[in-house]
């Protein structure tokens, strides 16, 4: 399948579960698609590119081994990602990445993951708590940023300032999340 026959074929992902996995196991199964999804995907002004972000997404979900030999190309590019409907899933894919890397058990992603991509993804999580974005991202990259802060010492008290000071601005699922962290954050200190 070529990317403009994959560009049609992206038409048809909705958000229903089982048409999402069907697109993903389609990539999963065949590795020549993967690189025609992030072209499609980093076609940032396009609508098409939050359905590709959908089934990145899914892809990630179901087999987070898929994307990572693409991970030069997504950390690198994935800040261009605007539209609201492909940030989230930008946003989650990251999530997936940090939370496999802390995991406890041996993963590919401990291998893949290196400093740069940590960077990219810890440069995109600030971006994202610092501008208008809707609570999943959020929430995603508060996450993420918290699990990084583990290793970088300087993100946890970033990180803190930014739930305190836009707390009392935020919605009732941005004040949840928030709490719930800023408790564990002054637990570590």
């Known amino acids: 399948m070529n990317t403009d026959n994959l560009y049609r074929e992206l038409g048809y992902v909705n958000h229903s579960r089982e048409n999402r996995k069907k697109y993903a196991q389609l990539v999963i ?60 899933p930008i946003a989650k894919i990251c999530e997936y990445l940090v939370e496999a890397y802390y995991h406890k058990n041996d993963n590919k992603t401990k291998i893949y993951l290196n400093e740069t ?22 929430a995603y990259c508060m996450n993420s940023l918290y699990l990084l802060g583990t290793a970088y010492d300087w993100i946890h008290p970033e990180l803190t300032q930014i739930l305190e000071r836009d707390y009392h601005s935020g919605s009732a699922g941005y004040k949840a999340r928030a709490r719930c962290l800023l408790k564990k954050l002054k637990n570590k200190s």
Do not use: G
């Open 117 to 138: 991509h940590k960077e990219h993804i810890i440069e995109l999580c600030f971006d994202y708590m610092i501008t208008d974005q809707k609570i999943a991202p959020k």
């Open 29 to 88: 199964n065949d590795d020549t698609l993967l690189p025609k999804v992030l072209d499609i995907l980093f076609m940032v002004d396009d609508k098409t590119s939050c359905r590709a972000a959908w089934l990145l997404e899914f892809v990630a979900r179901e087999d987070l081994d898929t994307i990572l030999p693409f991970l030069d190309r997504i950390t690198s590019e994935m800040s261009k990602v605007h539209l609201d409907p492909a940030v989230r």
